[in-house]
């Protein structure tokens, strides 16, 4: 790791962690929206990045979905915050328990709402639970649907089973966003090149009902951008 990176990291960890500490005192999701949209613009002000979005005439701003997107870098949901920023849309992640209970993000994610999701656990009817309580807030769910990160040469990589049985189980729209824009290539010329003025390009796709299944989710999503 280069001086850059270990500063960048650094800036991050402090905001990251001073953030996860502001939503202890919030009591409302529109105030977390808010603290994380705020946490997203810092994050990629100082990467120099922009976010460019087309499609969310699309999408009911004050709708509840399931929001599907595209994982290739830890600045995703920064991504997807900022390019929500002009709805009331405010989701809860859906956060593996590595992420969960991180160092580095565990702070952050329980406290600015998200549901843990536990791979290696049997048991499965508390993180339904959670799911249909926090729908019941008024918050959408937020899922990256290949379950980690895409590190491969590939636009996308296998949909973990299960996403769509989150809307099924809910009654609950599932809207598709394609990250257009490479974001890890775009993370690596932020902090090693230090280049300014980068974009990263969302899509915001049709919204699919949670009934239909006349393809899979990763078909339909495939067929609607890539």
């Not at 529109?30 to 990629?44: D, F, H, T």
């Not at 791979?119 to 008024?138: C, E, N, T, W, Y």
């Not at 189980?169 to 990250?179: C, G, Q």
Request: proline share 2%; glycine share 6%.
């Amino acid at each position: 790791m280069n001086l850059k990176q270990v500063s960048m990291a650094l800036y991050s960890l402090y905001l990251t962690n001073k953030y996860g500490v502001k939503f202890k005192s919030v009591k409302s999701n529109a105030e977390r929206k808010e603290l994380r949209c705020e946490y997203g613009n810092l994050i990629l002000s100082r990467l120099n990045i922009e976010v460019i979005v087309s499609g969310l005439d699309k999408v009911d701003p004050d709708g509840q979905y399931l929001l599907l997107s595209n994982h290739r870098s830890i600045i995703d949901p920064c991504v997807i915050e900022v390019a929500l920023k002009d709805t009331n849309i405010f989701g809860l992640w859906v956060a593996k328990k590595e992420l969960y209970y991180s160092f580095f993000f565990g702070l952050f994610v329980r406290n600015g709402g998200a549901i843990l999701l536990d791979r290696g656990s049997k048991k499965i009817s508390q993180f339904f639970k959670d799911v249909k309580a926090g729908l019941k807030s008024g918050a959408s769910i937020f899922i990256f649907p290949e379950g980690t990160r895409n590190k491969q040469d590939t636009d996308l990589a296998e949909f973990k089973e299960g996403s769509q049985m989150i809307a099924l189980k809910n009654r609950l729209p599932m809207l598709p966003v394609y990250i257009k824009t490479n974001t890890n290539e775009i993370l690596h010329r932020a902090i090693n090149k230090r280049e300014k003025n980068l974009r990263i390009e969302v899509v915001f796709g049709d919204v699919i009902d949670s009934s239909d299944r006349s393809m899979s989710l990763e078909q339909a999503y495939r067929k609607m951008f890539i």
